[in-house]
């Protein structure tokens, strides 16, 4: 069972250049997402999706786009890096938005290394 | 503000001792309190997820507990183990809202020999 699958686990860039990071689920989670890490701060959600074919804008969703085409599927492209953009990004997904009040759990990928110089 | 809070920012202890750390949270509406395993370069796993009703949820070693009343949270570690090296983070859910997980910025723990 794979779980949250991330790809690639390292990545430089070059500022102005654009990339997409891959993130795959095998669990038929509605409720994916994608986080970055930053020393010294909790996570941050830049995008989510409630299910293929919707996404929506988190916290900080500036220089970055999502798109659900699929159940599985939910890649992050960064359109211009910059250097701002170094961060460790996390995918995730779970069963509902929220987990509600059965509190679902919610799955997270390695993270993918991202450095923009 | 919706805000989590935790202490210490990081821990040292010596393997087979216990600690206990804590989450203070000013989120609402609450919908559900997590605490997470982040050992380091890898993704957060979760340890215990408590409702309102909840007021403790043990997972192995690891022990939280939920005052809803006072919006504390704490996690404790019995018998630590050099695994247990980890940051451990609290995550309130909100039942509302475009952010609806609010995530703590961790207690960085470290168990030494």
């Known amino acids: 069972n794979a779980g949250v699958t991330q790809t690639p686990k390292f990545q430089v860039l070059k500022t102005g250049q654009s990339m997409t990071l891959q993130c795959a689920q095998d669990?038929?989670?509605?409720?994916m997402s994608w986080y970055r890490q930053d020393p010294g701060m909790g996570l941050r959600l830049i995008h989510y999706?409630?299910?293929?074919?919707?996404?929506d804008q988190g916290e900080v969703p500036n220089g970055y786009n999502v798109s659900r085409s699929t159940t599985e599927d939910f890649p992050l492209r960064l359109l211009s890096a910059a250097p701002s953009q170094t961060s460790v990004y996390f995918c995730?997904?779970?069963?509902?938005?929220?987990?509600?009040?059965?509190?679902?759990?919610?799955?997270f990928g390695e993270g993918s290394w991202l450095t923009v110089v | 503000k919706n805000q989590v809070e935790q202490s210490p920012q990081s821990l040292i202890i010596l393997e087979g001792k216990n600690c206990t750390l804590q989450?203070?949270?000013?989120?609402?509406?609450?919908?559900?309190l997590r605490w997470y395993k982040q050992d380091t370069g890898r993704g957060p796993v979760s340890l215990t997820i408590m409702t309102f009703s909840e007021n403790t949820k043990s997972n192995g070693r690891y022990t939280a507990t939920l005052d809803a009343d006072t919006k504390q949270s704490s996690l404790h570690i019995t018998a630590s183990q050099l695994s247990d090296s980890a940051s451990y983070i609290c995550?309130?859910?909100?039942?509302?809202?475009?952010?609806?997980?609010?995530f703590g910025k961790g207690t960085r723990l470290s168990v030494i020999a």
């Open positions: 989450c203070n949270y000013t989120v609402s509406p609450f919908s559900n």
């Open positions: 995730a997904s779970s069963y509902s938005r929220t987990g509600g009040s059965s509190g679902n759990t919610i799955y």
């Open positions: 995550v309130v859910s909100r039942n509302s809202g475009n952010t609806p997980l609010v």
């Open positions: 669990m038929n989670h509605e409720y």
């Open positions: 999706s409630v299910g293929a074919g919707i996404t």
